[in-house]
């Protein structure tokens, strides 16, 4: 019984008290800026899979376009004729 009253009149001191005003905005924003001075500017090496990517899709989505209906005619037939035979 004698700790909890203890406990009580360190937290009623403990509300009490004020927290100390810290400003550290402007010390955050100088250490900000010159990190970023330090950074290298240059391509990110994920653009470059980037343009890989499209460079191959491209040809890729001519060609569906281009040959989609003859593959597509063929592609179901077989797709058709497929399920018959496993049955």
Same mark, same amino acid.
């Given at each position: 019984?004698k $700790? &909890?009253? +203890?406990?009580?009149? /360190? ?5 009490? $008290?004020?927290?100390? &005003?810290?400003d ?5 924003? =100088? +250490?900000?800026r #010159? ?7 240059g391509?990110?090496?994920?653009? %470059?899979?980037?343009?890989g990517?499209?460079?191959?899709? +491209?040809?890729?989505?001519? =060609?569906?376009v281009f040959?989609?209906?003859s %593959?597509? &005619?063929?592609?179901?037939a #077989?797709?058709?004729?497929?399920? %018959?035979w496993? /049955?």
């Amino acid at each position: 019984m004698k $700790e &909890e009253r +203890i406990v009580r009149k /360190l937290a009623a001191v403990a509300r009490k $008290e004020a927290p100390p &005003e810290v400003d550290v905005a402007d010390r955050v924003m =100088a +250490i900000l800026r #010159t990190a970023g001075r330090g950074r290298r500017t240059g391509v990110n090496p994920l653009v %470059w899979v980037a343009v890989g990517s499209a460079t191959l899709a +491209i040809p890729v989505l001519a =060609a569906a376009v281009f040959f989609g209906d003859s %593959w597509g &005619e063929t592609l179901m037939a #077989t797709l058709t004729d497929l399920g %018959w035979w496993m /049955l």
